[in-house]
């Protein structure tokens, strides 16, 4: 008698979560709970490690002769040790998207309270924008 109520019971509640109804259709995009920096700032730190460790004391920007982007940053290291960090530099057009144009990331070593000047030029002549990464060295 047992086994039959718990077999019924079972079966009602199969039953009752295979009719339930959902919503179908479109969908509105989600939302990201973290704001997007690397879509707004120009410099941006990738990890808690360089969060802490590294800052950027001021960036220059020109437009050469044959209308390429030229950036260079002076990244500085905030802490009383040698650090290594990687630092690429992603190139966008005039609305802020980004043209492929991506430097690979290039190993800077940083010593103890330094300041180093990083460059980056762009191969396109499209490039207006630009966000600067960094990273802790792997």
Same mark, same amino acid.
């Given at each position: 008698?047992?086994?039959?109520?718990?077999?019924?019971?079972?079966?009602?509640?199969?039953?009752?979560?295979?009719?339930?109804?959902?919503?179908?259709?479109?969908?509105?995009?989600?939302?990201?709970?973290?704001?997007?920096?690397?879509?707004?700032? $120009?410099? %941006?730190?990738?990890?808690?490690?360089?969060?802490?460790?590294?800052?950027?004391?001021?960036?220059?920007?020109?437009?050469?002769?044959?209308?390429?982007?030229?950036?260079?940053?002076?990244? $500085?290291?905030?802490?009383?040790?040698?650090?290594?960090?990687?630092?690429?530099? %992603?190139?966008?057009?005039?609305?802020?998207?980004?043209?492929g144009d991506?430097?690979?990331?290039?190993?800077?070593?940083?010593?103890?309270?330094?300041?180093?000047?990083?460059?980056?030029?762009?191969?396109?002549?499209?490039?207006?924008?630009?966000?600067?990464?960094? $990273?802790?060295?792997?």
């Open positions: 008698m047992k086994q039959g109520f718990w077999i019924g019971l079972l079966a009602a509640a199969g039953i009752w979560c295979g009719c339930q109804t959902h919503d179908r259709g479109p969908y509105l995009p989600q939302t990201p709970k973290t704001p997007a920096y690397e879509a707004t700032e $120009r410099f %941006v730190l990738l990890d808690p490690g360089t969060q802490r460790s590294v800052t950027c004391s001021g960036i220059q920007e020109r437009v050469l002769p044959d209308g390429r982007l030229e950036v260079v940053a002076q990244i $500085r290291n905030r802490e009383n040790r040698r650090i290594e960090v990687q630092v690429n530099c %992603v190139f966008k057009d005039i609305n802020g998207y980004s043209i991506e430097t690979p990331f290039q190993t800077l070593i940083l010593t103890e309270n330094a300041t180093e000047q990083v460059r980056f030029v762009s191969m396109s002549a499209q490039a207006r924008k630009f966000t600067i990464r960094v $990273r802790q060295a792997r």
